[in-house]
């Protein structure tokens, strides 16, 4: 061949290199889908032991894409865990039963190898693969476990969704192991990371519904023609406090690996606060901790480029959090939230939320369970269509 000819080539190529969006210069990993991780407690413990069983977990994405790669995590547990075989596929419904599309089923590796053990304290990343991952589906991951930890299991008991142990008449509804998904999108691609707590995690929503705050925000997200590529991650665990106690790390101990250590991530919203102020003596000492911690993830976040959003607390008088001290600690948070100038946008879900004729109590239309803290399903519609999508 005439060098002529090779370097018209050439020039094609590079051409079609620059001007085609589908080039893999052209694209990088969004995280789609992660939820964040503790220490199983004992009532949240699997119905039967992990090992030597094959456990299928469904879960809800945001954006879609041809590539993927799933993480999973024994962060949290004391000893190794293995995964004999692994596959995803496309899940038939949201939860309400295992059933998955029959031929959509993909075997993961690592290393080249179906199997793979997780040291303790550890986590793995798969092997990319084409899987046709579409926006808000349904992806049943399958798990068959060979050693695994009997106590100090790494989970996400706040699933909100059943888990199913194939061949055995045995479900849950919490997750393990499984941590995210990635998926090759666009350049112009990014991620939101949500800190929260209970709210967050979704007490109140339906049970294989899908219906979370952070569920409705990624529909109105990916039905907006500006906003479609973004993907809402939700990092909630119920019961978490920001400082200490409660249920999973603090939010102090994991706030730099669920909101920074997933690739992508563009914005953070922080909406947590509301256990460290149920649980103190002193409602203004722990609102001025509780400032200072979110104080340096926004500027740790904003060294890497992050926005950062801040939700105000939602009022909990009627609840047995409620004392004068705490209120008065939850007014100054939201104060210095809505005013202080150090975030880069505001979500006033306590403006939204509160009732009209007791502003210090959450809506009564919104209640779950009576509790006067957490809504119901109604209640999570309304936080996200509450959010202005021009914030993102």
């Known amino acids: 061949m005439k060098l002529s000819r090779i370097l018209k080539i050439a020039a094609l190529a590079a051409a079609l290199a620059v001007f085609c969006p589908h080039t893999a210069s052209a694209r990088k990993w969004v995280t789609t889908w992660a939820t964040a991780q503790q220490i199983a407690e004992p009532h949240n413990n699997p ?18 894409g041809n590539e993927v790669r799933l993480r999973f995590s024994n ?12 596959e995803i596929a496309q899940a038939l419904t949201e939860g309400a039963s295992p059933d998955i599309l029959p031929g959509s089923e993909k075997v993961l590796t690592f290393g080249g190898k179906e199997a793979v053990t997780i040291k303790a304290g550890e986590e793995v990343y ?25 106590n100090a299991i790494t989970s996400h008991p706040g699933s909100r969704t059943t888990s ?51 569920d409705n925000l990624s529909r109105r997200l990916l039905a907006g023609r500006r906003t479609r590529r ?55 000492e722990t609102a001025a901790q509780v400032i200072e911690v979110y104080r340096n993830i926004i500027a740790q976040a904003h060294a890497k480029g992050i926005k950062v959003i801040g939700a105000t607390v939602m ?40 009732g009209k004729e007791e502003p210090d109590a959450l809506n009564p239309i919104y209640l779950f369970e009576n509790d ?11 936080m996200g269509d509450c959010i202005d999508l021009n914030l993102f």
């Open 372 to 382: 006067w803290l957490h809504p119901n399903a109604q209640g999570y519609k309304a």
């Open 315 to 354: 009022p909990f008088k009627h609840n047995g959090y409620y004392t004068e001290s705490r209120e008065e600690g939850r007014q100054i948070l939201n104060r210095w939230i809505r005013t202080g100038g150090e975030f880069d946008g505001l979500i006033d879900f306590d403006a939204h939320m509160s």
């Open 75 to 86: 962060r949290f547990s004391k000893e190794d865990l293995e995964m004999l075989h692994v």
């Open 47 to 64: 119905p039967i032991p992990l090992a030597g069983e094959t456990l299928r977990q469904i879960v809800q994405v945001s954006i879609g």
């Open 126 to 150: 798969s092997d990319p693969i084409r899987f046709r991952l579409k926006e808000r589906m349904n992806v049943a991951i399958t798990i068959k476990y060979g050693k695994a930890p009997a």
């Open 230 to 284: 973004i993907a809402v991650l939700n990092f909630g665990l119920g019961g978490n406090c920001v400082l200490r106690g409660g249920n999973g790390p603090a939010v102090v101990n994991r706030y730099e690996h669920d909101l920074l250590g997933f690739p992508s991530v563009k914005y953070i919203i922080i909406f947590e606060g509301v256990n460290d102020l149920g649980t103190t003596r002193n409602g203004p």
């Open 164 to 214: 199913y142990f194939l061949g055995k008449d045995a479900k849950t509804d919490h997750w393990y192991t499984i941590e995210s998904i990635d998926v090759k999108a666009s350049k112009k691609a990014s991620s939101i990371a949500v800190l929260g707590d209970s709210i967050t995690d979704g007490r109140g929503t339906t049970t294989n519904g899908q219906n979370r705050w952070t």
